[in-house]
């Protein structure tokens, strides 16, 4: 075991034995943990309800597009049903766990990216969201799904109610690993993935919702995968502080002055902003993506713009929604989604389809993803 990877793991052993002794809070053996249902669940659950069962858990008031919303359990903690955030963009393929779909908030996803992407190039973790955004009535499925399996009083200690879900914020990632076998429990806390996360993740603007021991204030067990993104100036506030993140918050809304509560501004998402594809008869037409840009010629009739990549493509704007990296030519390159011809694993999202739309810089055209 490396040095970097023991100091880690005492990282975690410390932030563990720090949350077991806050003052006036207990450790629960049994602690619950919010997760998602799997699609197939989930669907059956849709299919199969009658009326409106959403409409029984009753409106919250909260507005979930400020980073620091406090959402929970308690009184004055719920979102409004119809919150969904303007931002939504598709997590990335090789973000996702295999065989998962995800959204965040364009500013959560592109730390997102910066987490992982630092994770697999220094230390060699694989570090995929396993459930991100879940809106007011998927978590309304979910919740009444464990009614159904367990009973309320299991549902209300293992699942949180449509609207108080942090996953309704799009902010938030249940993050999981190849090495845990794309799972997250409990036990995931003794790895070497998990110290990362706890000592790293705050850099990037994530943080840690449910620490250890805290199950009295959060109303949730430990869950060591959960990480909402607040921003980075807000993370590092609250690790100055030794603030866990629900005291944090809460003393945001109260408008304590000791503290800055820093509202990072919502990125501005573009549409279809340096889209890959175009016609193209020289690298130089290719120019507008920047200086790795290229013109595939080869097997491409009318030529076709692209840049070398390694596991994704820098496009995740408005209507074009994902690019995605192929192997080609001995090296990945980001193609369009609408490429669904030559490769059939790719293609528009539902309710989209591809059309031929003209770059932002009027340069050339490409095949998009626009709504249908």
Same mark, same amino acid.
């Given at each position: ?244 993140? /629900?005291? @944090?918050?809460?003393?945001? %809304? #109260?408008?304590?002055? *000791? ?7 919502? !990125? +501005? ?80 999202? /539902?309710? @989209?389809?591809?059309?031929? %739309? #003209?770059?932002?810089? *009027? ?7 626009? !709504? +249908?």
């Amino acid at each position: 075991m490396t040095l970097r990877r023991l100091f880690f793991l005492l990282v975690l052993a410390f932030l563990i034995a720090c949350g077991a002794a806050e003052e006036g809070v207990e450790t629960t053996e049994a602690s619950g943990h919010d997760t998602e249902i799997d699609p197939e669940t989930l669907a059956a659950q849709e299919a199969k309800s009658d009326g409106d069962p959403c409409a029984t858990h009753g409106e919250g008031d909260i507005d979930g597009d400020p980073l620091l919303a406090l959402v929970n359990k308690h009184e004055g903690g719920q979102l409004k049903a119809a919150y969904s955030p303007a931002d939504l963009l598709p997590i990335p393929p090789d973000q996702m766990m295999p065989g998962r779909k995800g959204q965040m908030r364009a500013g959560a996803l592109a730390a997102l990216e910066q987490l992982t992407g630092e994770a697999l190039a220094v230390e060699g973790f694989d570090l995929r969201a396993r459930s991100a955004y879940r809106g007011f009535r998927e978590q309304c499925f979910t919740f009444n799904y464990w009614v159904e399996q367990k009973g309320v009083d299991h549902a209300d200690r293992f699942s949180a109610r449509p609207g108080r879900s942090q996953h309704q914020l799009g902010t938030t990632v249940d993050l999981t690993a190849e090495s845990w076998g794309w799972k997250i429990e409990p036990e995931v806390a003794t790895t070497v993935e998990a110290a990362w996360l706890a000592g790293n993740a705050g850099r990037f603007g994530f943080a840690l919702s449910y620490p250890d021991g805290a199950e009295a204030i959060t109303g949730y067990g430990f869950e060591p995968w959960h990480y909402r993104y607040i921003g980075v100036d807000a993370a590092a506030e609250m690790e100055r502080e030794e603030l866990i993140l /629900e005291a @944090y918050l809460s003393r945001c %809304r #109260e408008g304590d002055t *000791k503290l800055e509560c820093s509202h990072e501004p919502a !990125p +501005e998402v573009p549409v279809n902003h340096h889209f890959i594809g175009g016609a193209c008869e020289s690298d130089d037409a290719c120019v507008s993506l920047g200086e790795s840009a290229r013109c595939l010629t080869t097997d491409h009739p009318g030529g076709h713009c692209t840049i070398p990549c390694e596991r994704g493509c820098p496009d995740r704007a408005g209507n074009n929604m994902l690019t995605f990296c192929a192997g080609e030519a001995g090296a990945g390159l980001c193609r369009s989604q609408c490429d669904h011809n030559r490769f059939p694993d790719a293609g528009c999202r /539902e309710g @989209y389809a591809c059309a031929e %739309r #003209e770059r932002p810089d *009027k340069s050339r055209r490409a095949a998009v993803c626009v !709504p +249908e």
